[in-house]
């Protein structure tokens, strides 16, 4: 059976607690302070370089679908091949999973992809703790996911501040309408460093339903902040999302799924048939 959120963050909090015995924040700062400074993530995707801008996604494998590709499994799986396919293929950004026990992600992979590549990596993990922050910058990382799922109360508020603090840009994902406006308050007041991400994928079903970003889309006044994630294979659909005024999104798995996921990205980025 396919983990659950639960079983995920329990994980989590162990890894964490084993991690920051290792290493406090103020070695993860050092670490990050002999960086280059972040690459610019909100412009890359905000600037209207195309119709819709694309955050390309590095995956080996999810709890609901396991390993995307038998090839993936393989030690010579290589992050930064696939996202140089990504790059010239016309990707704004690239979203690297993590997370090693459920998806089979490495924070390694980010420093691989950014030495081979100019865009801008998001860290996409579980992300609780302010020190996987701290651990996120020392690793590269431009930018973080944050999901309000896992973040109650202030925690949502305070994570955000403080990943900007550090120079950090955020994707806040939300699931529902509630999340929606406890996230949007945040991106509101921070604009320059911050999206909304409406992630189209239902946690408890898994199932897939790209109106659940219509449905949010109807309450945010500015669009321009939102990124759809989750479900998205065709120009008709990044068509279809652009009539509601959603002109970012994030693909992984449909990419990942293709023996070139770049060449499946060139596909994505064609216009669609006219009728």
């Known amino acids: 059976m396919p983990a659950t959120l639960d079983q995920i963050l329990t994980q989590t909090r162990a890894t964490v607690a084993h991690r920051k015995a290792a290493t406090t924040q103020a070695q ?22 195309r119709p819709t801008r694309i955050i390309a996604e590095v995956k080996r494998a999810s709890p609901s679908a396991g390993l995307i590709r038998p090839e993936y499994a393989a030690q010579s799986f290589s ?11 016309g990707a704004n950004a690239i979203s690297c999973l993590t997370d090693e026990p459920f998806f089979f992600g490495h924070l390694s992979y ?19 703790d302010h020190w996987q922050l701290a651990e996120s910058k020392a690793a590269g990382a431009d930018a973080v996911l944050l999901i309000a799922e896992c973040l109650r109360g202030n925690s949502l508020s305070e994570m955000t ?11 806040i994902e939300v699931h529902d309408l509630t999340q929606a406006q406890r996230a949007l308050a945040i991106v509101q007041r921070t604009p ?26 109807a309450m945010i006044p500015d669009r321009s902040v939102l ?25 992984g798995e449909h990419l990942m799924r ?14 669609p048939p006219t009728q």
Do not use: C, W
């Not at 992050?79 to 293929?89: G, V």
């Not at 990943?163 to 955020?170: M, S, V």
């Not at 293709?258 to 216009?271: C, I, K, N, V």
């Open 28 to 49: 993860l700062l050092a670490i990050a302070n002999d960086l280059p400074p972040p690459r610019d993530f909100i412009a890359s995707l905000t600037a209207k370089t």
């Open 79 to 89: 992050p930064e091949l696939i996202a140089t396919e990504y790059h010239r293929a």
């Open 110 to 128: 980010i420093a691989r992809i950014k030495t081979s590549i100019p865009l801008p990596v998001l860290r996409k993990d579980f992300l609780i």
């Open 161 to 171: 501040d403080r990943a900007h603090q550090l120079g950090l840009a955020t994707l």
């Open 192 to 217: 320059d460093r911050a999206l909304l991400g409406v992630n189209n994928r239902n946690l408890s079903t898994m199932k897939v339903d790209l109106a659940q970003t219509a449905r949010i889309a």
């Open 227 to 251: 990124v759809s994630e989750s479900g998205i294979k065709s120009a008709a659909d990044l068509a279809q999302l652009r009539t509601i005024g959603v002109e970012i999104v994030l693909v």
């Open 258 to 271: 293709q023996s070139s996921p770049g060449d499946a990205l060139r596909t994505l980025l064609e216009p």
